[in-house]
DNA sequence: CAGTTTATGTCAGCCTTGTTGACACTCCAA
DNA sequence: TTGGAGTGTCAACAAGGCTGACATAAACTG
């Protein structure tokens, strides 16, 4: 394997959580966990004509009112041209509006409309109920823990992001 | 909001974990935390020709060698179209072997060549470097409390792959 | 004011990876 | 022998990534 940790007890008790085997466990732990915490949406989103892109764009827009399309495309990670499909069929739907920028007009500021809030309600919903779930099932502690690992396995740009959004939802 | 969970302190302070606003962080850590986890391999598999899927693939045979194609077909869930598809490139390039089964000849069964298990090797030292740093970082409990919740996140179909992986990689 | 940079939108084209539907072949089991 | 399971393959299509090129308006800079 990769270094060496095949045997558990080499290093102690202390480090059996980071032999091999334990984290191809962690790895398949969240390639299925991803699966079922994305199922939901997906499947009310595939009644109506959209997909997970424009989950996440109605996600981010509801989460900070007014976004540029800018900083979404940096939370989002995508290319503005590929945004920009999800955003202008959103907007043509009446579920978001964009407008001018006051102090700069070169920017759009982007909100739900009622319609898009309902559908936003919706989705996330779905989602927070396997959380919520999930959650109580597990108990607190590990609720810690869960935050704090994934916490660990971002990208500093996202880890950044997300203590944004954090602290914006306070 | 869904269920009214507005005010943290409504039931008390052990459920003050499962508030929608906890929730909705639990969603985008585990989004950004996605992102992050599959980054690195990405980067890898961009300069040869695959994508997500022929990693996934080559690590559910190189974990499970000499499974069959439907037995992967259910653990990646998806169609067999595209898994055929992922698989034709990788037999034609000599990463994986498909050979006809002994007791049932109908089935095929899948393996890695020495060139397919590099590649596995390859790409999971990459995958778990990442998930090892965080997981030091994290420390045993967080990872316990992280593997109970994304235990608790999965479908049971899904859990209940997870878990023959688990037992066969013991 | 002229020129550059920034923010955004849009067109065209390509890739991966998912989907459905249809069909063929082999082989097992009743 | 017939039905069904496991597998492979063809065709067509869609979502949603990507790059490259170009347009526009606004802001900034010298």
Redo the contacts with the bound molecule.
Sequence with gaps: MADGRHSPAVRGDTLLFLTDEQLRQGSEAMFFAYRGFTADPDRI?SDL??????H?AIHFIGRAPGT????L?NIL????????????TLIADGLVL?EV?R??????HLHLTEEGRALERKLSDAQRARLRAAFREAGPEAVAGFRTVLEAMMDPEMRASYARLKESGT
């Design positions: 989103l004509a959209y997909g997970r892109a424009h996440r540029t399309v800018n900083n495309l990670g995508v290319t503005k041209q590929s945004l920009n499909r999800v955003l202008r964009s920028g102090a700069d007009k070169r920017e759009r």
